[in-house]
């Protein structure tokens, strides 16, 4: 099946007022996209929309052009303190509100892209405007089945519930606001001509929609206009935040002169032993809905089948909340990348899997890279992570890549924080994966850190395996941090051909701090940390702004006992720790015990 490439103009801001000459006090503002960066306003499921010489935008109450010169977009204005700015210009009624529109037109360009530009919003107090869009996306791809080429001329999506578009209060920097009056309805034009399919193509169709109702669920009614009839079907959705945050993922089929809903995933298998295929944004953003809605598929539900990734995958415009209730028998990325993947979550789980409940090999062979993670809830303890919240069962994680470049959250007094998984109760082996976090994590009360895990109440196992820290960490209670392992509780820990390079600064203000370039701690009498050929290098830091005692040590920070790590085999020549000294006890292999 071929696929037709459809650009789309969303909006994104990179901004460029043509003019030969300006006065002094006059400003030249850089516009971007604030993920996908200079002239790309949205990419997504094979969307792509860019600035264009003439788009028009409201900045601080006027309006300007937008001029493109060596693929970056600038608009000269006035100079300001502040610059605040909306795209289109046209969608502005006031410099406290717009109107978002019930009707899109899609133009097509000197190049015969069509175009589609996406309401956005930006502000900044320097010479770089960062858009972010003001409304959801639905995503409507048709698949022609049919033998003969089909035409499809517009959509109109509906919901009997909520406005999808209409008067809209703006404040800068708040992302959450919903229209206070206007449609419930919103359509797309194909300007020109009708957008004519053929034989066995795909076109996807994006349709912008305002954020809906605080629980996030509405019915939308979908209306395609094809070969000049029309036919409508209806789903409940779970909606998202606005563009980039989320999109909101739909998928249907001409078949016959019909439309019906159709799952995007490629199915092999039969019955409960299944596989769904995943290859683009929009099949994986499908898939996280499909699991954590309860879909089910001729009476089996999603969250039961195994998933394979069949393609590398940009999710740079996509952030999704993460994936619940998976109890498949795997998920298989097959050495494919999924990259830029921002998750975003408001309950006690930030990673891309809440919970890990199936024992076997339920993850395997994905590589997870250049990820964000969002904790936003009001939970006091956090599982955060970039693979799995928690495992509750024994199971085995194989060649999996993980890195990630930033994190946020909102006020915690307990935070678990692992490459691989953030808290263990299971039994889980990890083999020959490898984990890479680079950012600043803080908590409010007790830090859990490590490499691949932050804590551990049961057995892990890991061989083969590498962890890459370089991290600030800042508490106010206690901090746990190690290379691998940040707290180890269970009796025993096996490692093999494992490598750790570290660099972690951890600063608390009234707590302990265990670090150390393996495990922080094995708090349990019975704990033993066995294993051969692990390699630790890097710099460990450590500060308090009290009187608490440090303890850090090359391969374990502190420990319940002495004799702990009776038979292993490292190397730490290459790894620096604070020497001892006032309230820090350091030393190798132990701080403590």
Not at 382 to 409: D, F, M, N, W
């Amino acid at each position: 099946m071929k696929k037709r490439p459809v650009s789309i103009v969303a909006a994104a801001l990179v901004l460029t007022v043509a003019a030969c000459g300006h006065d002094e006090g006059d400003t030249m503002l850089r516009l971007a996209h604030e993920r996908l960066g200079d002239n790309t306003k949205m990419s997504i499921d094979g969307i792509v929309a860019e600035w264009s010489e003439g788009d028009t935008l409201w900045v601080n109450g006027a309006t300007y052009a937008v001029s493109v010169d060596d693929d970056r977009a600038r608009t000269l204005v006035p100079h300001a303190e502040s610059y605040n700015a909306l795209f289109p210009a046209s969608i502005v009624t006031s410099s406290t509100s717009v109107t978002l529109p019930s009707e899109y037109h899609y133009t097509t360009d000197a190049g015969g892209r069509q175009q589609l530009d996406l309401p956005m919003i930006a502000t900044t107090n320097g010479t770089s405007l960062f858009f972010y869009h003001l409304t959801g996306a639905l995503v409507v791809k048709y698949v022609n089945r049919k033998s003969e080429a089909v035409t499809v001329d517009r959509v109109t999506v509906s919901s009997g519930r909520y406005a999808l578009c209409g008067t809209r209060t703006i404040s800068f920097g708040d992302t959450t606001q919903t229209p206070t009056a206007g449609s419930d309805s919103v359509t797309v034009y194909f300007d020109r001509q009708a957008t004519t399919l053929a034989a066995g193509d795909t076109l996807s169709v994006m349709v912008p929609v305002a954020p809906v109702g605080s629980d996030n669920i509405f019915t939308v009614t979908v209306s395609s206009h094809i070969d000049g009839n029309r036919y409508t079907v209806s789903n409940t959705q779970q909606s998202g935040h606005p563009l980039p945050r989320n999109a909101l993922g739909y998928s249907y089929m001409v078949v016959d002169n019909s439309i019906t809903n159709y799952a995007l995933f490629r199915v092999t298998g039969n019955g409960a032993g299944r596989t769904m295929h995943i290859s683009t944004a929009l099949d994986f953003m499908l898939m996280q809905t499909a699991i954590n809605n309860g879909w089910v598929t001729e009476g089996i539900r999603y969250s039961t089948l195994s998933y394979s990734i069949d393609a590398d995958i940009d999710m740079s415009q996509i952030e999704i909340a993460p994936i619940s209730g998976f109890t498949g028998s795997s998920f298989n990325g097959n050495g494919h990348t999924v990259d830029n993947l921002t998750i975003r979550s408001t309950s006690a789980c930030c990673a891309l899997f809440d919970t890990i409940r199936t024992s076997g090999t339920p993850i395997a062979n994905i590589r997870l890279t250049n990820m964000r993670l969002e904790s936003l809830g009001t939970e006091t303890t956090r599982y955060i992570s970039p693979l799995i919240s928690r495992i509750s069962v024994a199971c085995t994680l194989s060649h999996c890549e993980t890195s990630v470049k930033s994190i946020q959250t909102t006020s915690a007094s307990t935070i678990y924080y692992g490459g691989i998984a953030a808290y263990v109760a299971g039994d889980p082996t990890i083999n020959n994966c490898t984990s890479t976090t680079r950012c600043s994590l803080a908590s409010a009360g007790t830090l859990y850190f490590g490499g691949h895990v932050g804590r551990t109440d049961n057995n892990v196992s890991c061989n083969s395996c590498s962890a890459h820290n370089n991290v600030a960490l800042n508490s106010t209670n206690n901090i746990y941090a190690g290379g691998l392992i940040g707290d180890g509780r269970a009796k025993a820990h096996s490692v093999s051909s494992v490598t750790c390079t570290d660099t972690i600064d951890a600063t608390t203000n009234t707590g302990n701090i265990y670090c150390g370039g393996l495990v922080g701690n094995l708090n349990k009498s019975t704990s033993n940390i066995s294993g051969r050929d692990c390699t630790i290098s890097g710099n460990i830091s450590v500060n308090t702004n009290g009187t608490e005692t440090l303890y850090v040590g090359t391969l374990y920070g502190y420990g319940k006992r002495s004799g702990l790590y009776s038979g292993i085999v490292y190397d730490a020549t290459n790894l620096t720790i604070p020497p001892s000294s006032g309230n820090i006890n350091s030393g190798d292999p132990t701080g403590s015990h």
